[in-house]
């Protein structure tokens, strides 16, 4: 039986989640990832997971479908008893949608979508998750520098964002007496392919904001993963209800 420790990380087919997946992997925590339609990224992560020296299997799950919750979560124990597991230790609520214009252009799906996704899915999976959460255990939810800086077209996606921080805190003092830590990650522009990969890509975007960042770069997503584990880690075991910004001094 393995004894390692249990982390399920959503949307870890790409991007940030991917590199939370990797960086929990390297301190020898298992992963339950999931994604909601890119499969093919999703076993890479579970290769580069296993790569990394800890296993992992995905399963797909949208954030936005909330009626997923309660089948998705009863089948989790079953999936656990392979690594000799009852019980989660670390949530990462990482999965989320941005979309962004200026006010005149936002239209009511977008805004739903981006609401549905960042700010019910993530409150109802905690709540779906909770009684297979250990006691004690951390759950991150994953905000973004734009709740502290501004930037035009990203009110709503950064109200969402907002919003988890909120519950992030509340949640910490209501989960508590658990020993559940509850606390939120809020990265900086970091050279992802969120946004159809802008940050990544685009040299002037990356310049541009690299002469507004202390450290005068954009962030490496795993640089952001890292984080998130350490977060994680027990060296933290007595930080919770915070929000941790990871951005290099973006928009000081």
């Known amino acids: ?56 299997l995905a399963l797909r799950l949208d954030i936005a479908d909330v009626a997923s919750f309660p089948p998705f979560v009863a089948g989790l124990g079953e999936r656990l008893q392979p690594w000799g597991a009852t019980r989660l230790d670390i949530l990462v609520n990482n999965a989320g949608v941005g979309i962004f214009s200026p006010l005149e252009q936002v239209g009511v799906a977008d805004f739903d979508a981006m609401m549905d996704t960042n700010v019910r899915g993530t409150f109802f999976l905690i709540q779906a998750l909770l009684p297979l959460m250990a006691d004690p255990a ?7 520098s734009l709740t502290r800086h501004t930037s035009p077209a990203t009110a709503v996606y950064s109200a969402s964002k907002a ?7 509340t949640l910490a003092l209501e989960l508590g007496p658990r020993g559940i830590r509850v606390n939120s990650i809020a990265p900086g522009p970091t050279a992802t392919d ?15 904001l690299a002469a507004q ?7 490496e997503p795993a ?17 919770t209800a915070q929000r941790i910004e990871v951005s290099g001094g973006a928009l000081l």
Not at 138 to 144: F, K, L
Not at 163 to 169: I, Q
Request: proline content about 0%; cysteine-free.
């Open 1 to 56: 039986m393995d004894s390692k420790k249990i982390a399920l990380v959503t949307g870890a087919n790409r991007g940030l989640g991917r590199s939370a997946a990797l960086a929990l992997a390297r301190r020898g925590i298992n992963v339950i990832l999931t994604y909601r339609g890119d499969g093919v990224g999703a076993q890479e992560t579970v290769e580069a997971v296993r790569a990394a020296g800890s296993d992992a």
């Open 138 to 144: 951390s759950v991150i939810n994953v905000s973004s």
């Open 163 to 169: 919003a988890v921080e909120v519950l992030s805190r």
């Open 194 to 208: 969120f946004n159809g990969g802008a940050m990544r890509d685009d040299s002037d975007m990356r310049a541009g």
């Open 213 to 219: 960042t202390a450290l005068g770069r954009v962030g």
């Open 223 to 239: 640089e952001i993963g890292d984080a998130i584990a350490t977060l994680a880690s027990d060296g933290l075991r007595w930080v």
